[in-house]
């Protein structure tokens, strides 16, 4: 099967009006029409500053807006306008954010404004004020995996997906080029390594394993072994574990290994993992068994091992990062998991809050950067800091109830520029 490479244009892009506190340079309008220089809708953007180290901002969702964050004093940067909440997930440049309205069936990107350019053994970091951007699709979209210098949009409304190349996302025109996999259904694709692609394949509208795509989008394989695909992650060089109801599906260098959950009946989710680490994070589900909602499944692509750990509490959202896996439980503290031996550390954080059957209720967020964890906190209105390696935890008040959020340009924050 060669799925169909779609127009951009098909996807009815748009320009985005944002409110944004700052010089703006709201861009191009989509499929390739270009702005005028003179026209009054378009704003000269600041020129890029230079500065001693990288400077990593939070980009954290609100009901209705997005707002920008300093990660270190945690001081407000400024905000971009959204019809409803979003997802917030980082682009391939590590700079740029996709907004996803699934309930407005809308897709933008917004400009963190800090940045780090390699050069050789150092780098150069930059800020800017943050931004919209020209990017502003129509399409119901939950995943935008970001790696190897491309982005990857999956649409469930058209079972396709659209991808972006690093270099395309400071342009003034952005038009993802569009591959149509099959039916619609709720799914997501990923870059390889190689160039080409692993996305969803479904079966009466659910997703029941991955497709092999090379760089034109031709189908090279097919593994229909993950019923009830839902969730994925990078996991060591070049593979991608995607969760199932039955377990995992790891897919490397065009071949597939199922592990089996360790828990006999259920599946899993939501996955974390980082590059430097064999072990997979996920969180266990099941119908009718709530009491899985305290466990963790730990899964070895190394040895096709699996474990389940009890933390205790429901949790919200996972994180991975150095070997640990972090989440924030209902009674408020954090657990750090050791990914290798399965230890738990149990860290006191913020208040207890209510894990209700409604994902879209507000509830704390976790993002994570070396021994740096912050957490929204809309119960409290308010975002913590807190340093794992001491367990000191800062907590700044600010307007409104903060949701999902993720950290940016954090990788180089404290390297000479």
Not at 77 to 83: A, F, K, R, S, Y
Not at 131 to 142: P, R, V
Not at 163 to 190: K, N, R, S, W
Request: one cysteine or more; glycine letters at 12%; a negative charge.
């Amino acid at each position: 099967m060669t799925p169909m490479i779609l127009p951009a244009c098909s996807l009815l892009l748009r320009r985005r009006h944002a409110a944004v506190l700052g010089a703006v340079a709201l861009g191009l309008a989509a499929c390739g029409t270009e702005t005028d220089a003179d026209d009054d809708t378009a704003a000269t953007a600041a020129e890029p500053v230079e500065v001693d180290h990288a400077e990593p901002r939070l980009v954290v969702a609100y009901p209705d807006h997005v707002e920008f964050f300093d990660a270190t004093t945690i001081e407000s940067l400024g905000t971009v306008e959204t019809d409803s909440a979003v997802y917030v997930q980082t682009a391939a440049d590590g700079r740029h954010v996709f907004t996803l309205a699934h309930q407005d069936e809308k897709i933008g990107l917004v400009d963190s404004g800090t940045w780090t350019e390699a050069h050789g053994d150092h780098g150069h970091s930059f800020t800017l004020d943050p931004s919209s951007t020209a990017l502003d699709l129509d399409g119901l979209s939950y995943h935008a995996v970001s790696d190897d210098e491309r982005s990857v949009i999956w649409f469930d409304d058209l079972g396709a997906f659209g991808v972006l190349d690093h270099d395309e996302l400071e342009g003034g025109t952005i038009e993802p080029q569009m591959f149509e996999v099959g039916e619609p259904h709720h799914g997501v694709a990923v870059p390889t390594a190689d160039g080409g692609f692993l996305a969803s394949v479904s079966a009466d509208g659910e997703a029941t394993g991955v497709a092999v795509l090379d760089a034109t989008g031709a189908e090279t394989n097919r593994f229909e072994t993950c019923p009830g695909l839902h969730g994925e992650s990078h996991v060591g060089e070049t593979g991608y574990a995607f969760g199932c109801g039955t377990g995992i599906l790891v897919v490397d260098g065009g071949q597939a290994t199922s592990i089996p959950s360790p828990v006999e009946g259920a599946g899993t989710g939501t996955l974390a993992s980082d590059h430097e680490s064999t072990i997979v994070a996920g969180a266990l589900s099941a119908e009718d068994r709530p009491e899985l909602g305290s466990q963790l499944a730990l899964y070895d692509t190394a040895t096709g091992a699996s474990r389940a750990v009890e933390l205790g509490a429901p949790f919200s959202n996972l994180v991975v990062s150095e070997g640990r896996a972090i989440v924030v439980g209902t009674d408020g503290a954090l657990r750090v998991v050791d990914l290798a031996s399965g230890e738990v550390t149990t860290v006191p954080a913020i208040a207890e809050w209510e894990k209700t059957d409604d994902w879209q209720e507000p509830r704390p967020y976790l993002a994570v950067a070396g021994d740096t964890v912050w957490i929204t906190d809309p119960q409290a209105g308010a975002i913590h800091t807190l340093d794992l390696a001491t367990s000191a935890l800062e907590t700044t008040e600010v307007e409104g109830g903060p949701g999902r959020l993720v950290v940016v340009n954090a990788d180089h924050a404290g390297h000479s520029h």
